[in-house]
């Protein structure tokens, strides 16, 4: 995955791929003008590359000049095509053979056919490296064509996204879903829970608490809650393959999730480990760990009042509230060690109002 600007973008054809399209292209052309001089016209900016690597592959007599054209800004077209270097001269009774980088709509084809309308051209062809069968309006024909791709925004090989990525040696696609993954930290009291149902509404997230992955496997039955269960029956702990399994469950079970809060898990370095290495089988990664940060105090007092709503016996008593922060305080240390090395640590406020918090965290989000 790759960065310009604002847009993330992602592997779509490879150097060998770019290659071998040229030099099918390249092949074609010179069937049918090997005993002739054509002249190719390379429509600038994008086709530079395009135009210097076929050059090399095109073994026969020719002549090259180029035009230059300008019709996108950004993602989109703007729909009105600028010429802004004119054909070159003396051009009358040759063979002409443009060499574009990209077909999509037609609307640079049909000024580039303008141009040439009036030169008096022997022959006049078209040659495009990447073709967008779907979108393009079909008025002219399309001599020679490299790879007929999707209708997908793409950077590299000349090709651009605000003027970054032509120099890239491959071609890279939008990614339209830039995955958000967090692993939400915070003592009991913190408003893990509270934060992580805002979050996931906000973000198109999926909330993964490990207490409820294990209390749903063990409920309907599935072979890891039965496997599990066996482990708790025994007294043992659960090892963590079978939790991270659960986990690579819930992941495969949402798709269209835009990225995962994952909470009560990791909770160790080990575990921490194994989660990158199962987001790493699937192309994803942890952005950023989040610890809800709050004084202990402050968060005796909120659970000893939600206790006497809740009737949780571990939040009546405070030598307990006080035990279970000091398990959290030798468990969290080590992991707030580990993602810090990795630079996706952030600490955040969890004292003051829901949505003040709430704006807390979506400040370290939308920086990610």
């Keep these: 995955m790759i960065k310009l600007h604002d847009k993330y973008f992602k592997p779509f054809l490879t150097e060998s791929q770019i290659t071998a399209a040229i030099q099918k292209i390249a092949n074609e052309v010179a069937v049918d003008y090997k005993e002739k001089t054509p002249i190719f016209v390379g429509v600038l900016n994008g086709a530079f590359m395009f135009v210097s690597d076929f050059l ?15 019709s996108y800004q950004g993602l989109t077209s703007t729909g009105i095509v600028e010429t802004l270097l004119d054909p070159p001269e003396n051009i009358e009774g ?3 053979i443009i060499l574009e980088d990209i077909i999509d709509s037609g609307r640079t084809l049909q000024q580039l056919v303008h141009l040439f309308s009036n030169s008096n051209v022997k022959e006049f062809k078209v040659a495009s490296l990447f073709y967008k069968s779907e979108v393009y309006n079909g008025e002219y024909s ?3 064509v490299g790879i007929e791709i999707p209708d997908r925004f793409i950077v590299g090989y000349g090709l651009d996204y605000k003027e970054l990525g032509r120099n890239l040696k491959e071609v890279y696609q939008l990614n339209q879903k830039h995955m958000i993954n967090l692993v939400l930290f915070g003592k009991p009291g ?22 409820d992955v294990f209390r749903y496997n063990i409920k309907n039955g599935t072979d890891l809650g039965k496997l599990a269960k066996s482990y708790m029956d025994r007294g043992d702990l659960v090892p963590d393959e079978v939790t991270i399994n659960m986990l690579r469950d819930e992941v495969d079970k949402n798709p269209e999730a835009s990225g ?3 909470d009560g898990f990791p909770r160790t370095n080990a575990q921490a480990e194994a989660l990158d290495k199962l ?6 990664k942890i952005n950023a760990t989040i610890a809800l940060e709050a004084d202990d105090e402050v968060l005796i007092q909120r659970l000893l009042e939600r206790g006497k709503v809740s009737g949780r016996s571990d939040d009546q008593d405070e030598a307990k509230i006080r035990n279970r922060f000091e398990e959290y305080n030798q468990k969290t240390a080590p992991l707030k060690d580990y993602y810090e090395a990795q630079g996706k640590f952030h600490s955040v406020s ?6 003040e918090i709430t704006m807390r965290l979506g400040k370290v989000i939308e920086e990610l």
């Design 56 to 70: 090399k592959a095109y073994a026969y007599s020719c002549e090259v000049s180029f035009v230059k054209l300008s």
């Design 94 to 96: 040759r063979s002409v």
């Design 142 to 144: 399309i001599d020679y």
């Design 190 to 211: 913190a408003g893990k829970g509270t934060q992580a149902e805002f979050l996931k509404e906000k973000y198109n997230l999926k909330h993964i608490s490990t207490g």
């Design 260 to 262: 995962f809060i994952f």
């Design 279 to 284: 987001l790493e089988t699937k192309n994803m």
């Design 350 to 355: 969890g004292i003051g109002a829901i949505d």
